[in-house]
């Protein structure tokens, strides 16, 4: 029989165990936060990527069950065909978009302004939007000399090229920024999809050998999921543009087809993409009169129900189950902590957690 003086050795023993374990953990999910926050830009682009990746190979195993032809082939037809609809859209529409956006521009800004000016006489302040103009003079105060039409002194001159050139390269490194990411983006999601399975043992890997099996059937749910959920939201964006474009011709709304394209491609934003794509669409009726202002609304709300009432349950109901008011606390979490990019990937990341949550579930009651 063991001695008292042993047992209580061995509970201290497992206690500091304990101790030390919980420790651990809690400073390695502490170090992995701070690892997350640090570089969150960094890891959504790479998210970003993944989730082109896996869009290029559900195309490709869309066209393996028509053909038997090779992987390799078979994605190398699916991005031709994806590059040639983007020329032709580019090539078609390209000076249509143009013209259309810049026609856009100026009338959302016009109707901003009148916006305001209808505030301004209705006595609510709107100052805080003239950070641009100078202040009154206040009444009773001398005039203003008049300007006298002099050479630019020296200093005003360098003082103007220094703004001028810090203006300049700020444009120029948020070009060539958007550029990078646009092809890191194009890379990863091309190197992802020529060889998924690579990628995919090497993720194995990395999970210890007792719990591989168990690894191995939650990153085939996630990437079965993603793919579905990725082909419905195509389909769901396409249609939701092609109708919003058609309906606002119909209506007689200038730039309808750039109108159609961003609530097309705003439709990948679940709630908070189709909020804002009916905002611009109102905004741009309003120059149209009443009448189109208040066909474009009620297109909008036939766009939207046709959207969440008929598009996402036929599409998605074997993709997604997520409840609207839980989807919609994640993107406004992840649009406060990682800004557009936690918004725009909140609905693919909550996927993945649902996937999680649902297998240790199926877990412990089995």
Known sequence: MPAPSDDHQATRGDLAWAIAVGGIATVAFASLLLFAWSFAAALLLIFSGVLLGVTLNALTHLLGRVTGWPHPLRLAIVCLVLAGLFAGIVFLGGTTIAQQATALSDTLKSQLVNV????????????????AN?????????????QQHNLPSAGALASSGGAIVSQTWKLLLGTVSAVGNFFIVIFLGLAFAAQPSVYRNGLLY????????QATVIIDRISETLERWLIAQMLTMAAVGAVTWLGLAIIGIPGSFILGIQAGLLAFIPTVGAIVAGVIVVLASLASGWIATASAFVLFLGVHALESYILTPMLQRQALDIPPATLFAFQILLGIVFGIWGISLALPLMAIVKVLIDHFKAEEAA
């Open 206 to 213: 990395l999970a210890p050998a007792r719990h591989r099996a």
């Open 116 to 131: 305001k000016g209808f505030l301004d006489r209705n006595g609510i302040d709107t100052s805080y939007f003239d950070l």
């Open 134 to 146: 100078p202040p009154p003079a206040p009444s009773g105060s001398a005039a203003a000399p008049p």
